[in-house]
């Protein structure tokens, strides 16, 4: 590989880590009607809860998203998406019935 192809390689790496982070940090406020960066804030959601260890920690972090479940369905109420109401309410009592 010459020189050439490795900056590229290396530049190429960096957009990409880049987009990554941005859509990671832009995912955090997404909202059930915006359906690509609420996937992968789900997905980001699900990795964190893996990675919490002890129960009680698993119940914190349950309970942090509770909350959230319960603002994105008001933010879909307020924004009037009501082919999103139904979806959300079912996250939502989906998530406060799981046992940890």
Do not use: W
């Not at 309970?63 to 082919?83: I, W």
Request: no cysteine; net charge positive; charged share 15%.
């Amino acid at each position: 590989m010459s020189l050439k192809e490795i900056t590229q390689a290396k530049i190429a790496a960096i957009v990409a880590l880049a987009i990554l982070v941005i859509s990671l940090v832009l995912s955090q406020t997404a909202a059930p009607d915006n359906y690509l960066l609420f996937s992968l804030k789900r997905a980001q959601e699900t990795a964190f809860l893996k990675l919490k260890t002890t129960p009680s920690q698993k119940v914190d972090y349950m309970d942090y998203l509770l909350d959230q479940r319960l603002s994105e369905l008001q933010t879909v109420f307020n924004h009037k998406s009501y082919n999103y109401i139904l979806p959300a309410a079912n996250r939502y009592f989906t998530l406060a019935g799981q046992n940890y």
